[in-house]
Every structure is written in structure tokens, then in C-alpha cells.
């Protein structure tokens, strides 16, 4: 029954396949032959099998000759449908792939030529389109077609073309991976080029071509797109920040090598944690548990007795939520590779790089905890400078990462590197972090230290340093941290902090500061009898000092 079908319609067809062979043909005529050929093919009802006999045996040559030739735009538009068609309906689609491939790249790769309208163009690309979709593993040997076709329309002048090359290149790297990924660096270039382009769906469509690319391709390319696609996080466009969570997420989870680039994905992966719309933060999340859990189940040997043994730390950041163990000790093993890059991104000119690095730089160390000790030269030289900042949202993260080291490192090691900076000309950034560092430790660690502290603090050197405003508004928070850190343990230097509260109120021009240092002293009774014992109830009128500094040394 379908040969007989077929043998008619191949009859019926002889006729225009004859018009379009004849090589003085008009364009009226060669027009008239491809609707004769559509109303025979296209508008009648026939079977996959029929479809594919005429298809294959009569009209793929003769309409790829058209399509790749033909000076009339009508008559390749309509050999264009034709092709479609047969290939959409016809059950061996890949018989065609040795013909119609060589048209494609003759059409649409220059030098050989290029198809003027940017329609028809369209229509090519998502002819290969369909045929890498139907076609599958059979396309393998003309990979090199394919690759030349799609490094010329990735940098196409119509963006749709763009967008359908970038979903051609995601089918041709899922359909033939065991072949792609010898050629797969061809198209780092062209999508790399392309990434940037004013439309943002032609930058979704490259960073998810991208994505397809190297995962199926040749991991080595992570190298060549990381630069790209870390610029792409600070995109006004939150689709476009979404495609890039989404991407570093499928690699950290499925990329072949992605234990030798962790240190390289990661920070892209956490810098997501404080995009501004939800839904990317929640992504970037559900992609890092998913990452922790499976380096936990990967490395379950190596990490036996923690997961049988680690306790909780007794203190934490409130209203913060724990990272897994596997999360933990991603950032914690790989933290040596990631801190000088971040700290060198932290000082960069360029604004907005310093508020997501500094937001980074919070994120990681939360995840470090105590390994963050082993890193405290680099972490404090970073702060200090960082701290100065004109950006308040770059001082406020650091402020908070600094919180973080008083979490977790031990003040035998933090605040003896803290003040022995002190030593030098000390700044009121270092001051700051002083005061950060005091405000995230736990009252129980920190009282020991206290004497040390107050000593520093109140030092001529340290307290006499600067009638600066902000210099000293710093000193005053820094005792301001350890009263509220220590509360009633602090009467053991209740001498030194009178000390340096009364200073404050001795500088000029700082009305606030008497008003702040005021306050202070009534909310804490035992600072209170330092002041009566000392006969400090207010200072001299129109007079910078007290009246009795004798007390007080150093003047």
C-alpha cells in the first residue's frame, strides 16, 4: 500500500523535479515547480513511510541544490519549508545528513558564501537544529561541519540567529558527546564573544550553551569561560545571574574534572548567596546543599569521624543556619586557593567588585570557621585596608566577617595579632576590627584577655594617638563592644577604659562623643565611682581637659 503510494506521488512529482533540473530554468518557473511539489508532498495527507521514500529517493538533492544556490530568495525559502518537512515527518531522517549538511556550511559559512536575509539564516540554523535533534549519534561525522556552521552563525548580526545557534550547540554536545569533545574548544571563542551581547536572552542562550559545551566538551575550557561568566553575575538582569547560578551548579555537581576547579567555581557558585532577588539566592543554595551532600557521600571515608564525632559550636551567629559538613569542608580545603584573589578583588577600584567580594569574603568565612586561623595575616592586612573604604556596604560586610573571627578563632591568636599592629601607627580601621572581633566572641573566652585589652586600649600611644573625630568615635566603640561583650567583668579595667573614655571627652569639636561617653558612664555604676574617685563629675568650662589629670598619667 505505501509503495503504491509512493509511486505515485514520485510520478506526480517527475514533472517539476524535471523544470528544476534543467539548467535554463526561470525563476516563474522554478517557483511553480517547488509549489507543485508542496501541494503534492506537503498538503496531502501521506504516511512517515511514503513521506520518506519520496523524500529521500526524489527531492533532498534537488531542494538542497536550491536551498544552497538558488538566486531567488522565494524559491530558497520554499525548498527551506520542504526540507523541513520531510525531515520532521520522514522515519530516517539521517539518510539526508550527508547532503544537507555541505548546503548548510555552503549557505551560511563564508567564504563560500552567506545568505543575505536574515530570516532565511533563521531558517537554516533551526533546519540544523532539527536535524542534530532527529539525528542524534548519527551526526558524528560530520561534527566538523557542524562546528564551522556554528562558529559563523554565533556571531550572526540577527540575534535570533544567535540564540537558535546557541540551542544547537547545547543538542550537538548532548547528542554526540563521545565525538564533541575533540571539537568542543571551537566554540569557547564564538560564545565567549558573544556573551556580552546587548540582548539579555541572547546572554541567557550563550551562558547555558556555555554551560553545555564544557560540560559534555573538553573540561579544560572552564579556564577560558571563568572571567566571562563571573562578570555576568554583576548583569542588571536577574535571568542572566540565574543562568550562570545554574551553570556553576551543573559543573560543581557533574563536570567530569570538577575536583581539580572547586577552588574556581566555588566562589561564583557562594557570590549568588547575596544576589538581591530570592529566587537566585534560593537556587544557589539548593545547588550548594546538593554539592555538600554528594563531596560528603564521595569522601565519605575521609570524613568517618567527623560526621561521627563534631560537635556543634557552643557559640554561633545568631539567626544563622549551620552549613552541611560536606559544604564546610569544600570552603575550608580549598579556602587557601580562593582568600588571596578575594582579598585582592576587596581592594579593587571598581566598586561594585569590592561589595560582592567583601559579601563574599562573610560568606566563606562563615563556612571556614576555625580553619579561618591558619589565614589571619592575610584576613586582617585585607580588613584594615578595606575597612577604610568609602563604600559603607564594603566596611559593613567586612565588619561582619570580622565578627566572624572572634566566632571562631581563639583571642590568643586573633587579638594578639590585632594589637600588635597597635605597635605601630595604629589606624582606625585596625580599631574597627578590634571592636568586631570583641562583639563576636563569647564573654567566657574573651575574659581572660580582658587585662591585655584594657592595657592596649588605653595606652598613650593608642587613646592620645589623634584628635581625629572618627579615630576616636572608634575608640569609643571599642570600649562601647567590651562593656557589652563583658558587662560587670570589665570592672577588673574599669580604670583603664576611664581612662580612655575621658580622653575622648577631652578632644575638641566632638560634642556626640561627650554626649556618648556621658551616657556610658551613668548606664555602668562601677565606671561612675572611677569618675567621682578620680574628681571628674564635668569638665571645666570652656576647658578641653579635666580638672585633676594627675590620675590619669601620661599627660
Not at 506521488?9 to 511553480?32: I, K, M, N, T
Not at 545557534?165 to 564533541?180: D, N
Not at 574548544?185 to 547555558?208: A, G, N, W
Request: with cysteine; proline share 5%; charged share 25%.
Amino acid at each position: 500500500m505505501a509503495a503504491a503510494e509512493a509511486a505515485e506521488v514520485a510520478q506526480a512529482l517527475s514533472r517539476p523535479l524535471s523544470c528544476l533540473r534543467e539548467p535554463d530554468c526561470g525563476r516563474a518557473a522554478r517557483l511553480r515547480a517547488l509549489e507543485a511539489i508542496r501541494a503534492e508532498v506537503q498538503e496531502r495527507p501521506l504516511s512517515a513511510a511514503v513521506v520518506q521514500e519520496v523524500f529521500g529517493a526524489q527531492l533532498v538533492r534537488p531542494l538542497a541544490r536550491c536551498l544552497a544556490g538558488d538566486a531567488a530568495e522565494r524559491c530558497r525559502e520554499l525548498a527551506l519549508q520542504l526540507l523541513c518537512h520531510g525531515l520532521s515527518r520522514g522515519d530516517r531522517p539521517g539518510e539526508a545528513l550527508p547532503v544537507l549538511l555541505p548546503a548548510l556550511a555552503q549557505r551560511l559559512c563564508p567564504p563560500q558564501g552567506f545568505e543575505p536575509s536574515e530570516e532565511l539564516r533563521l531558517g537554516l540554523v533551526q533546519l540544523l537544529s532539527l536535524l542534530l535533534q532527529r539525528c542524534g549519534a548519527s551526526v558524528g561525522p560530520y561534527l566538523t561541519d557542524v562546528i564551522r556552521i556554528l562558529q559563523a552563525t554565533l556571531l550572526d548580526h540577527y540575534a535570533e540567529v544567535r540564540r537558535e545557534s546557541c540551542r544547537c550547540a547545547v543538542a550537538c554536545a548532548q547528542a554526540i558527546p563521545e565525538h564533541f569533545h575533540m571539537q568542543s574548544e571551537s566554540l569557547i571563542k564564538p560564545l565567549m564573544q558573544t556573551i556580552s551581547h546587548q540582548h539579555y536572552r541572547v546572554r541567557v542562550d550563550v551562558i547555558q550553551a556555555t554551560g553545555a559545551v564544557i560540560q559534555f566538551g573538553n573540561g579544560k575550557s572552564v579556564d577560558d569561560v571563568l572571567s566571562h561568566l563571573a562578570q555576568r553575575l554583576f548583569d542588571e538582569i536577574p535571568k542572566v545571574r540565574h543562568a550562570v547560578t545554574t551553570v556553576i551548579g551543573e559543573w560543581l555537581l557533574h563536570l567530569r574534572d570538577r575536583y581539580s576547579y572547586f577552588h574556581k567555581l566555588i566562589p561564583l557558585l557562594l557570590g549568588s548567596f547575596t544576589d538581591e532577588i530570592p529566587e537566585n539566592t534560593k537556587l544557589a543554595w539548593t545547588y550548594w546543599e546538593k554539592i555538600g551532600l554528594q563531596w560528603e557521600k564521595e569522601n565519605e571515608e575521609d570524613l568517618k569521624d567527623k560526621m561521627d564525632f563534631s560537635v556543634s559550636p557552643s557559640h554561633y551567629p545568631k539567626g544563622v543556619t549551620r552549613p552541611g559538613l560536606g559544604c564546610r569542608e569544600l570552603v575550608s580545603r580549598n579556602l587557601s586557593k580562593i582568600l588571596p584573589g578575594l582579598c585582592h578583588d576587596i581592594t579593587d577600584w571598581v566598586e561594585s567588585t569590592r561589595i560582592k567580594a567583601s559579601q563574599l569574603l562573610y560568606t566563606l568565612l562563615l563556612h571556614a570557621e576555625d580553619h579561618i586561623t591558619q589565614h589571619m595575616e592575610l584576613l586582617l592586612r585585607t580588613l584594615y585596608q578595606a575597612c577604610l573604604d568609602e563604600e559603607s556596604d564594603v566596611v559593613k560586610n567586612c565588619v561582619k566577617a570580622a565578627e566572624l573571627i572572634g566566632t571562631f578563632v581563639s583571642p590568643k591568636v586573633s587579638l594578639r595579632l590585632i594589637t600588635s599592629a597597635f605597635g605601630k601607627t595604629p589606624k582606625p580601621s585596625c580599631i574597627m576590627v578590634l571592636t568586631a572581633v570583641i562583639r563576636g566572641s563569647p564573654k567566657e573566652i574573651l575574659q581572660p584577655h580582658l587585662t591585655d585589652l584594657g592595657n592596649t586600649l588605653s595606652q598613650a600611644g593608642v587613646c592620645q594617638r589623634s584628635e581625629e573625630v572618627f579615630y576616636m568615635e572608634q575608640l569609643l566603640y571599642c570600649v562601647q563592644a567590651l562593656i557589652e561583650v563583658c558587662q560587670e567583668d570589665c570592672k577588673e579595667i574599669s580604670f583603664q577604659l576611664m581612662k580612655v573614655l575621658v580622653t575622648i571627652m577631652a578632644i575638641p569639636c566632638s560634642q556626640h562623643l561627650k554626649e556618648k561617653c556621658g551616657s556610658m558612664r551613668f548606664q555602668n555604676r562601677w565606671l561612675e565611682v572611677h569618675y567621682w574617685s578620680m574628681g571628674i563629675s564635668q569638665l571645666d568650662e570652656g576647658c578641653h581637659w579635666p580638672r585633676r589629670t594627675l590620675y590619669l598619667g601620661g599627660y
